[in-house]
Nanobody
Framework: QVQLVESGGGLVQAGESLRLSCAASGNIVRIYAMGWHRQAPGKQRELVAT???????NYADSVKGRFTISRDNAKNTVYLQMNSLKPEDTAVYSCNLQGIVNWNPNRDYWGQGTQVTVSS
């Protein structure tokens, strides 16, 4: 099994910043990608940002220029620096890992999620 432990969520005002962290542990053989998704009340889950093993990144249009995803390969940890937060960024943010664990076939794993609330 793999454990994804997220931290860093909270309540902030519009324009402020937060940094989310997600540490992966377990019998991880290979990580192909890690990333963040979010789900706001009444809405579908959406991709926020991903980073693949080679370091390339991908962002949702709504967060480009404001959010930065990074990764510490030695710690199997992914970060999401969120600047200039807006009320519409309010959501539960979940960490995702795509990879091989316990030599099982490549698949997605998810964290429990951390709440981010941005007040206007």
């Amino acid at each position: 099994q793999v454990q994804l432990v997220e931290s860093g969520g909270g309540l902030v005002q519009a324009g402020e910043s937060l940094r989310l962290s997600c540490a992966a542990s377990g019998n991880i053989v290979r990580i192909y990608a890690m990333g963040w998704h979010r789900q706001a009340p009444g809405k579908q889950r959406e991709l926020v940002a991903t980073i693949i093993s080679g370091g390339s990144t991908n962002y949702a249009d709504s967060v480009k220029g404001r959010f930065t995803i990074s990764r510490d390969n030695a710690k199997n940890t992914v970060y999401l620096q969120m600047n200039s937060l807006k009320p519409e960024d309010t959501a539960v943010y979940s960490c995702n890992l795509q990879g091989i664990v316990n030599w099982n076939p490549n698949r997605d794993y998810w964290g429990q999620g951390t709440q981010v609330t941005v007040s206007s």
